[in-house]
Structure formats: C-alpha cells, structure tokens
C-alpha cells in the first residue's frame, strides 16, 4: 500500500519532492486491474497522482464497485470535468476525480471518447447525488451526453443557447453567432424574468439593462404585486 506521508505528530500532510514519474500508485488501481481485467485500459503515476483508463461501457460498474466496497469506499466525489487537446487525432477526455477519505486516497478515473463519434458516458448520479450538476456543467460546456441523468439540460448557458459547446476546441472565442444575434436570442429569452428586482439591484445591474429590458422587469415587478394582493 502507498504510505500516506504524515509530519512528526502522525496527520496527514501534503508530500514534498514528489517524483513526475516513478512514485507509488494508488493500491485501488491494482484492485481495480485485477477485478474488471479487460475494462481497465491502463494506468499511470504522474506527480504522485494516480489516473485510471476504463472503458465507457464498464464506467458505472467501476464507479459502483469503489463507492460500496468497504476496502475502497471511496465516498467523495470531487469534480467531473473533460479535457480536449488541440491535437485533432487525440480523444477527448471525460475525467472523474474520487476520494476516500477514510482511506486518505486519491484517485483519477478517465474515459477516452472519440472526437468523431458518439460523445456519451454513463451517469453515476444515482451513485453520487452530487454528480447532478457537475454532470449538466460537463454537458453544458462539452457536449457530452451523461446517459441516465435524470435531468440533463444546460447548467451555465441558458437552455434555448444554440452557439454549441464553449469549451469545445473548435468553439470560435467570439461565439458563432454575431453580437447582433446574440443580443437578439438573449432578449428574447426573456432572462431578467428569473430574477426579483432586489436581486438585480444588489448586483448593480439595473442601471446597465436597456431600457426595454428596464420596463420588462417593472412590468414584471408590478405583476407579482397584483399577485400577491390578491
């Protein structure tokens, strides 16, 4: 098992002169290798944190098996992210970021997705509740669908965005669209009908909106308070 490097008193610390490579590996990473065989693509130690490939179809299982085995247990779930590198030829990453703390482990898992086909992992939403959001975030920012999730829709752009996925490498920095169009497409998204005129006045923006967008949220404001009388 990897030691767990401590100061004089025994707590846990962070380690120091950690090799790029050759550092100990996440002993979860020889379980995993030794239970699901084929399904773990490879592994490797890169400043002392270990990353596991796993094939998409077997994600779910793996991720199942870390969370409920008591000698893993690992019950934290820190992100779920994606990566895409310049190099065309190169799959995108879909990466998940586990810890155990009982155990003081850290352990990376990534699913390697062709560019040019079909981008979609398994959600473990019902193995972590708090992959809800993170999950839409990964979607709402890459495009990669996460089968299963109970609510899949965008989390940072609005719903009705149609420019695509931003941190997509082909994404231009400008948008696809023209600052007129997406003027156009967020007025008519209605967006300030989401927020109370105390929310908008705290943030110092209702001064900034346009003078449409001024009188909608009066209009807006003034209707809830006919609600409300009544």
């Known amino acids: 098992m990897a030691a767990v490097a401590t100061d004089a008193h025994g707590l846990p610390m962070t380690p120091e002169h950690v090799p790029r490579t050759g550092a100990p590996a996440n002993p979860s990473a020889a379980v995993l ?8 693509v490879r592994s490797e130690v890169i400043w ?36 895409e590198y310049r190099d065309g030829e190169r799959p995108l990453e879909v990466v998940w970021h586990l810890r155990a703390l009982a155990h003081r482990r850290f ?7 062709p560019k040019r086909g079909a981008l979609w992992v398994p959600s473990i939403f019902d193995i972590y509740r708090g992959a809800d959001w993170l999950e839409r975030e990964c979607f709402d920012m890459f495009g990669i669908r996460f089968e299963g999730h109970p609510d ?11 420019e695509g996925h931003p941190l997509r ?15 156009k497409q967020a007025l008519a998204a209605d967006p300030e009908a989401r927020y109370s005129m105390e929310e908008l006045n705290i943030a110092d923006a209702f001064d900034s909106l346009p003078q449409d967008m001024k009188q909608r949220l009066v209009d807006h404001a003034v209707t809830d308070k006919l609600e409300e009388g009544e």
Do not use: C, N
Not at 48 to 76: A, C, K, N, Q, W
Not at 107 to 113: G, P, T
């Open 33 to 40: 290798a030794a239970r699901f065989g084929h399904a773990v």
């Open 48 to 83: 002392g944190e270990t990353t596991v490939f796993v094939t998409r179809e077997s994600l779910h299982e793996i991720v199942r098996f870390l969370h409920d085995e008591p000698s893993e247990r690992y019950d934290y779930l820190v992100d779920v992210t994606a990566v």
């Open 107 to 113: 352990l990376r898992l990534k699913v390697e997705l």
């Open 152 to 162: 899949l829709r965008r989390l940072l752009m609005w719903e009705q965005y149609r």
């Open 169 to 183: 490498k082909d994404f231009p920095l400008r948008g696809r669209f023209s600052r007129a169009e997406q003027l």
